[in-house]
């Protein structure tokens, strides 16, 4: 499904230099639940970034469905995003100007496709996280969880064989955020890849594999 | 897409509405610049109606001088018309070409009256100013004992007095029962220069004291001819003025009071767009450090660099859209009421360059920081968050 290789990650400025990741080698295989935890600063996210195509690589090799993305232009990233990756983020990252059913349409307008196919495909996403009575509220309307729910919906309208979770239970009381994971790992069970950031021990247990970070490098 | 955008600027239209309020105004300032250099633009287009190239024009006053005005008047003339130099000379009431004189009277035709100008002259005047006759004939000397003074009425007068109708021979009436016939047509005569719009315009034979005369020169005449004829005539009565003019310089300075003031409006409007402009795209830039998130969440569900640039863009346009709609439908008030007594499409045209030149200004404006926010790293922006 997705496989790093020797990937290093340096952020430069011009007094210092930061190596944020240090020779991961990650091979992640289709269906597979995966946590990666370590402490703050230790390059989750950067390692989640550079596996979603936010960022790039300074070393390495990033494959995903057996294609290696080493060279690949922007707007064929873009592409490679849309369709076959979903984001949830630990700060939901909603449009607040825009209402529960057009933010969990937005990954939809960037592909072909009718406005009544994409309203269809968010009603559904909607009713998968149990929010289609919430679809005309607006982000400020909702709970915390209600929000993260719109996020996971979002992420999954667009049918990704791969889903990025960074932290998604972050900002969530433990209810609301065992709900969420039930939510994941429903997903999971229907065929999704998910990774997932997270700092609960408790959590990154239920999922099926945990890679640990450790100032940037993989610990074992 | 549109109707993503739609939504956007609808869910946050109390902080738009203050942008399309903006717009408006500019679409407003612009239609009015436009719709001015639209009817400048008409009315310098059409032919003036007459050559002033080698033409003066020499205005007399006789001061308190009352003793046989009319023959040391025609004595002058008889004078300026027998130097070699001149090739025609026309005596004309002190309304002559570029001059800020005019002579207004209503004439009335059956049941319909219209204001014009008149220009009362000697039966050499149309040679003077070359001036096309495009049917009938001009006045002649024949017609001094006539019954009914001649006149010669412009392609406008005929349409607004006769219609389709033939005008020749019919007897026009003005104010205190005076009686003219149409003896001929012309087509344009703007004696206020290039810039007045073709008004009704009546010429007719005149037997009073003229106080100007119309001197073409012949081509090569220059001012040492000025001087002599200046010198002679002002021997012939001392106590009298002469002022001599040329056309062609009167002309420039009679264009100036239309073209100068069209300037400085242009200036002051062109001063308010930099304004608007930097407004916009100061505002834009704020918008788009605000939604450096939604960027960067953008970016990551799949939008490539160049469809946040249209976003940004296509937003703008969009609030551009609602200001100039606002901005068009009260502007369409203008040819429907008839404000300004203006041609439609005056105000067409005004519309048409007004709407061009916010769609321009817009997209310039939201164009550098819709590249800028393109260019935002989308992990950056997100973990900013």
Redesign the interface.
């Known amino acids: 499904m997705i496989k790093l290789s020797g990937i290093e990650k340096v952020y430069r400025t011009s007094s210092i230099e930061t190596l944020a990741l240090d020779n991961i080698n990650v091979d992640i295989q289709k269906g597979e639940f995966v946590s990666i935890m370590g402490p703050s600063g230790c390059g989750k ?2 390692l989640l ?1 550079i596996m ?1 195509l ?2 790039e690589p300074s070393k390495g090799e990033v494959t995903i469905n057996e294609r290696q993305l080493k060279g690949y232009k ?2 064929e990233l ?2 490679i ?3 076959e990756i979903g ?1 949830i ?1 630990q ?1 939901f ?1 909603l ?1 607040n ?3 529960v059913l ?1 933010n969990v ?3 939809l ?3 072909p496709g009718s ?1 009544s196919k994409r309203r269809e495909l968010a009603k559904e996403a909607l009713e998968k996280v149990g929010l289609s009575n919430r679809m005309k509220h ?1 982000p400020t309307q909702l709970s915390g969880g209600q929000k993260q729910r719109v996020a996971i919906a ?1 992420a999954i309208v ?1 049918r990704p064989s791969l889903i990025l979770a960074d932290e998604p239970t972050g900002n969530l009381d433990s209810n609301m955020g065992n709900e969420i994971l039930n939510i994941l790992l429903q997903l999971n069970q229907e065929g999704s890849t998910i990774i997932m950031v997270t700092h609960d021990e408790n959590m990154a247990k239920r999922t099926n594999r945990l890679i640990r970070l450790f100032d940037g490098r993989q610990v074992f | ?1 549109i ?2 955008f739609f ?2 600027i609808w ?2 239209k109390r902080s738009n509405a203050l942008l399309i309020v903006e717009i408006l105004v500019a679409f407003l300032v612009l239609f009015g610049v436009m719709s001015l250099m639209a009817y400048n633009y008409q009315n310098y287009s059409r032919p003036l109606g007459f050559k002033y190239e080698q033409v003066w024009c020499l205005n007399i006053g006789w001061n308190q001088d009352t003793a046989q005005i009319g023959e040391k008047l025609k004595s002058i003339y008889q004078r300026i018309r027998s130097y070699p130099e001149v090739e025609i000379a026309s005596r004309t009431n002190g309304n002559t070409p570029f001059a800020n004189n005019q002579s207004n009277r209503n004439v009335k035709y059956n049941k319909v009256t219209i204001q014009g100008d008149i220009f009362s002259t000697d039966e050499q005047y149309a040679k003077a100013l070359g001036i096309e006759i495009a049917e009938g004939r001009w006045y002649t000397r024949a017609d001094k004992g006539a019954k009914h003074t001649p006149a010669v009425i412009n392609q406008i007068a005929k349409e607004k007095m006769f219609g389709k109708d033939n005008p020749l021979g019919k007897i026009i009436q003005l104010e205190g029962d005076e009686r003219w016939k149409i003896v001929g047509i012309v087509e344009n005569f703007k004696q206020r220069g290039d810039y007045q719009p073709n008004a009704p315009v009546f010429f007719n034979l005149s037997d009073w004291d003229m106080s100007s005369v119309l001197v073409k020169v012949k081509p090569g005449v220059d001012a040492n001819f000025e001087a002599k004829l200046m010198r002679e005539i002002g021997n012939m009565q001392p106590d009298w003025v002469f002022e001599l003019s040329y056309l062609k310089t009167l002309r420039k300075s009679m264009n100036q009071q239309t073209s100068i003031p069209s300037l400085i409006f242009s200036i002051v409007c062109g001063f308010f767009l930099l304004n608007v402009a930097l407004g916009l795209f100061g505002v834009l830039t704020l918008n788009i450090a605000k939604r450096r ?2 960027i ?12 946040i640039t249209i976003h940004f863009v296509g937003e703008m346009l969009v609030i551009a859209t609602l200001g100039v709609l606002i901005g068009l439908i009260l502007a369409v008030q203008f040819p429907l009421l008839n404000v300004f007594d203006l041609e439609a499409s005056v105000y067409l045209v005004g519309m048409l360059l007004a709407t061009l030149t916010i769609y321009v200004l817009v997209t310039l404006c939201a164009l550098y920081p819709s590249i800028q926010a393109a260019r935002i ?3 950056t922006a ?2 900013e ?1």
């Open positions: 996210s950067t970034n979603g936010l960022d922007d707007k873009a592409r995003r849309n369709q984001f983020f700060s990252h449009i100007d825009l209402s057009d349409e937005i990954p307008l960037y592909r406005g607006f979002r667009g | 897409m109707r993503h939504k956007l869910n946050k998130s939604e960067g969440l953008r970016r990551a569900l799949g939008a490539p660099a160049p469809a790293q989308p992990a997100l973990h968050e």
